[in-house]
């Protein structure tokens, strides 16, 4: 793919992906921690939330330049389980996208209500109906924009969404700065509320800045695919975003003191400044559903090419594969002839990708970087499979295809929004699982297994740098810690009620 988008227009997008609703619950958040903890992990959580994006960044460039996905580097390291992988893709963006229709759905006949007259509602009643909100938003707005193929084409959407932040955020500020709550309950500046409290708000923290989704579709817009630029990306969103909930958490919580409720625009009185708010918060969801449609789609084309050609798939050897035939090939032929195990001919594999390229582990091409922008590929390069037969690749969603996919997403969406009005526990689940695994376990596990790959031979990584093998190892601790905040969120949504 060749890329026409700026570091930008990327960090506005990816700042749009972060930054939702769920900011407003910061408040409660630092309440249930405390002021100090509370802050310490808003700022832990933004620093390994942005090293599993700086992982996909770096693993993007081990696949054909502009076709990283999860899917394109699943086939790399764990080529039979990369359906499960993007089916966790898939099911967390269309519940996150089904969550902020309800959303819409919930707030609307609210916001009418504080608008107009009790003699027009009497008149009018359908404007209290939650479904001819929704109805008419995905009509008017959701369904236009989720037919866009790039999230480039959204960067105007994310602007005005981004605006409704920077209102939301301001309006928060502005309570504190007043001082105008009157029902203030106590502030702790360390000790948290209770200890289960501070386990429950655990998954608001660490679950801020999901956004790994569209790291790669970003990555592929870019004109300039250089790690340099796509750190540059991933600095200004993820530091934005944790600025943002730090004053929001901060200035929220002081408002209120420990009587703050999960939504903080909740406890403001009713007002033309909190009427705005709220249809800022409308408004913000509204221009987020096509940053989850996006990923969902490109997830549910994996799935469908993989079950296409799923006997392919499971001939394919993965690295750690390759590596292991590799090291016994070299000590078998040592033992027979006599001699040292040095490196044996490059072992090649296929990329998923178009064109079709092949990648040799140990041949300098595979990581030659003469041009951080282009790929690690040669494009003269033939086709060669040494194991597993000839593979297909993931073709590009266009057409009739693009067309089915995207409006079974919406239809489903809309009747499972109209149908429901809660969905806290169902998502806390979702997201407990496929958030972890797209932002911590899946970066990190494609990091350990692609990072240094280049410097294998049948002794090991023995010419790794020292900057690559700290990295690769870093990474395999992001996987290690999203087991564990697995485990720690689904205990808090089961045990404790807790959700994100």
């Not at 406890?267 to 969902?296: D, E, F």
């Amino acid at each position: 793919m060749t890329g026409k988008s700026t570091a930008t227009a990327a960090s506005i997008n990816l700042l749009n992906t972060i930054i939702g609703a769920g900011m407003l619950a910061m408040p409660y958040a630092i309440k249930s921690d405390g002021i100090v903890l509370g802050i310490f992990v808003i700022i832990f959580s933004a620093f390994s939330s942005a090293f599993g994006l700086y992982l996909q960044g770096k693993c993007s460039k081990y696949v054909t330049n502009g076709d990283a996905s999860f899917f394109a580097l699943a086939q790399l390291t764990y080529p039979q389980l990369s359906v499960l992988f993007d089916l966790a893709i898939a099911v967390k963006c269309f519940g996150v996208g089904i969550s902020y229709l309800v959303v819409i759905g919930d707030l609307m006949p609210k916001i009418v209500e504080s608008l107009a007259n009790e003699d027009y509602l009497i008149q009018h009643e359908i404007l209290l109906e939650r479904n001819f909100w929704i109805t008419l938003f995905m009509g008017l707005v959701v369904v236009p924009l989720s037919f866009l193929k790039k999230l480039d084409s959204l960067k105007y959407a994310s602007m005005v969404a981004l605006s409704s932040v920077g209102y939301l955020v301001v309006l928060v500020f502005v309570h504190f700065w007043k001082n105008d709550i009157v029902d203030k309950g106590p502030v702790r500046i360390i000790e948290p509320y209770t200890a289960t409290s501070a386990l429950a708000s655990f998954p608001i923290f660490v679950f801020a800045y999901t956004c790994h989704q569209n790291m790669f579709s970003l990555a592929n817009e870019l004109e300039d695919k250089s790690n340099e630029n796509i750190n540059r990306v991933i600095s200004r969103s993820i530091g934005v975003a944790m600025l943002l909930y730090i004053l929001v958490g901060i200035t929220g919580y002081l408002s209120f003191g420990d009587n703050v409720e999960p939504n903080v625009i909740v406890g403001y009185s009713h007002s033309i400044s909190s009427t705005i708010g709220r249809i800022a918060i409308v408004i913000l969801v509204m221009l987020s559903y096509p940053l989850q449609c996006h990923p969902a789609r490109a997830s549910i084309n994996h799935i469908l090419h993989y079950f296409k050609h799923v006997k392919e798939i499971s001939r394919r050897p993965s690295i750690a594969t390759i590596k292991n035939k590799k090291s016994k090939s070299s000590t078998l032929n040592s033992l027979l002839n006599g001699q040292p195990q040095n490196s044996s001919r490059s072992p090649s594999i296929s990329i998923s990708g178009a064109p079709r390229r092949v990648v040799s582990l140990n041949s300098p091409s595979f990581i030659q970087q003469t041009d951080e922008s282009s790929s690690l590929l040669s494009d003269e390069e033939d086709i060669h499979i040494e194991e597993g037969g000839e593979y297909s690749t993931v073709g590009p969603l266009t057409g009739w295809k693009f067309v089915i996919i995207t409006s079974l997403i919406l239809i489903f969406s809309y009747g499972i929004a109209i149908s429901v009005t809660s969905l806290a526990r169902v998502l806390a689940f979702v997201g407990s699982t496929g958030s972890t695994s797209i932002s911590f376990i899946l970066p990190g596990i494609f990091g350990y297994q692609l990072i240094g790959s280049e410097y294998y031979n049948s002794h090991g990584y023995n010419d790794i740098p020292t900057k690559d093998r700290f990295i690769k190892y870093l990474a395999l601790t992001l996987s290690f810690w999203g087991i564990l905040v697995m485990v720690i969120c689904l205990s808090a949504t089961i045990f404790l009620g807790a959700s994100h």
